[in-house]
């Protein structure tokens, strides 16, 4: 009987032992499978993360442009000309070009003379001949508060002013703006010099604009958004101006008659005089000076309207990527070949 069970036992072992391989087995097939699926998982995982991260940043990439920073600079002319900085202070993080302490120590007591604009920079000129140079980038906010509002998160720069307990603040949530204080007029003409910017929209010399089209061989989108052929026009409003003129984004510059060319530089200036009539567009985190928000985003024909009925010819809008921005229009009313001319 004892051998009978040690046989029994061994037999006992050894098919635990198969059913242990097998168990073995199974779970090497099932891991690899799985392991297969998890790794695929990831794959297209990390695909739909970057398509993702790619439409936010085109998005908020952009933002503000001029109609936004003349709305800034509007609001803040009653609010800070002939008004003294007695204090400045940076809570916050750091901007992408770190302030400098010895410019806190150049603007204090200094009195404000004019708030102007360049393109989509904010000029803020001093009496004594001092420069401070604000660009919003992406989600800048220049507000005028009173000392006792709290101060919000991301406020990166704060100066205080002599009237009424006033503080002047600058916040960038995703810290793409920046403030340089340049000592002298001369030397911020230098700076804008060594940026090669072109007109401001709203004076653009005909032979020049005609001339620079007709020597560019990229595509409208593009030409519009080089800062160095036309300053201030962004996205959103490259988009506007082309769907207003009638005409599409991908033509290339040089395809355009000089009728097409004039007609274009006037529906530049009125899409941009409308804008501004309107505080510009609050899309995400754009407000103006005193705070409130724009409201031209209500009045779009292309931008961000994908899918949408073209609001002269019902023909849904289009939107496809050039020079790395989302680009709306509408196919019918837009033509991709010139019109008869």
């Known amino acids: 009987m004892q051998k009978k069970h040690n046989t029994h036992t061994i037999q006992t072992r050894l098919e635990g032992s198969r059913g242990q391989a097998n168990a073995y087995k199974f779970y090497i097939i099932t891991y690899c499978l799985m392991g297969g699926i998890v790794i695929q998982y990831l794959k297209e995982t990390k695909k739909r993360t970057k398509k993702t991260s790619q439409c936010d940043r085109v998005k908020v990439k952009g933002m503000p442009e001029l109609p936004e920073v003349e709305t800034v600079v509007r609001d803040l002319i009653p609010l800070l000309s002939l008004k003294t900085v007695i204090k400045v202070e940076v809570p916050g993080k750091k901007l992408r070009r770190p302030w400098d302490p ?12 004019k708030v102007t604009r360049r393109g989509k920079w904010i000029i803020i000129s001093f009496r004594s001949n001092v420069q401070l ?4 980038g992406m989600t800048g906010q220049l507000c005028v508060f009173n000392q006792s509002t709290p101060l919000q998160s991301h406020t990166n720069l704060v100066f205080s002013l002599d009237c009424k307990a006033k503080e002047l603040r600058f916040r960038d949530i995703r810290r793409f703006g920046s403030a340089d204080v340049f000592l ?6 230098e700076f804008f010099d060594s940026r090669e910017l072109g007109p401001e929209p709203f004076n653009i010399p005909e032979d020049y604009w005609v001339n620079t089209l007709a020597k560019s061989s990229r595509n409208l989108k593009a030409f519009l958004l080089d800062q160095k052929n ?7 409003y490259a ?6 003129s009638g005409l599409n984004p991908s033509r290339k510059a ?4 000089k009728k097409e060319a004039l007609l274009l530089a006037k529906c530049i200036g009125e899409v941009l005089g409308s804008a501004i009539e309107n505080r510009g567009s609050t899309i995400k985190d754009y407000v103006g000076g005193s705070g409130l928000m724009g409201g031209y985003q209500d009045e779009f024909q292309a931008y961000g309207r994908t899918g949408e009925p073209c609001k002269k010819c019902g023909q849904p809008i289009k939107k496809i990527v050039l020079a790395g921005r989302s680009t ?11 019109r008869t001319r």
């Open 230 to 236: 036309i300053t201030g026009v962004g996205n959103i």
């Open 184 to 189: 002298s007029q001369e030397a911020l003409k």
């Open 254 to 257: 040089m395809s355009l008659s």
């Open 133 to 136: 140079l604000i660009h919003l």
């Open 328 to 338: 709306h229009f509408c196919p019918i009313c837009q033509p991709k070949k010139p």
């Open 102 to 113: 010895v410019w806190s120590q150049l603007l204090v007591n200094q009195t404000i003379e």
């Open 239 to 244: 988009d506007e101006s082309l769907y207003k």
